[in-house]
């Protein structure tokens, strides 16, 4: 069984920054891409930014120059540092990572829990 834990996350004043973690454990031989979703209430899940396993990364038009994605492959952890924080930016952060559990085996994505981050005065 694979398991993602989210970390980070909470409440932040607009122009501040707060910073992500994820990190996956259990059964992996190898993981994928990684990303960051968000949903606000109600409203859809939206892609915020991946990275893939050779370190390209990707940005949704909203947070480019302000969000930063990176990853440790030796620790199987996806980062997202998050500056200049605006009110629209409060959501639930979801990360996934793509991971082949086995030589053999076919590609998965997993989901974190999410993590509520605030950006409120």
């Known amino acids: 069984q694979v398991q993602l834990v989210e970390s980070g996350g909470g409440l932040v004043q607009p122009g501040g920054s707060l910073g992500l973690s994820c990190a996956a454990s259990g059964r992996i031989f190898s993981i994928f891409t990684m990303g960051w979703y968000r949903q606000a209430p109600g409203k859809e899940r939206e892609l915020v930014a991946t990275i893939t396993s050779g370190g390209s990364t990707n940005y949704a038009d909203s947070v480019k120059g302000r969000f930063t994605i990176s990853r440790d492959n030796a620790k199987n952890t996806v980062y997202l540092q998050m500056n200049s924080l605006k009110p629209e930016d409060t959501a639930v952060y979801y990360c996934?990572?793509?991971?082949?559990?086995?030589?053999?085996?076919?590609?998965?994505?997993?989901w974190g829990q999410g993590t509520q981050v605030t950006v409120s005065s």
């Open positions: 996934t990572q793509y991971i082949l559990r086995d030589a053999g085996d076919r590609l998965y994505d997993y």
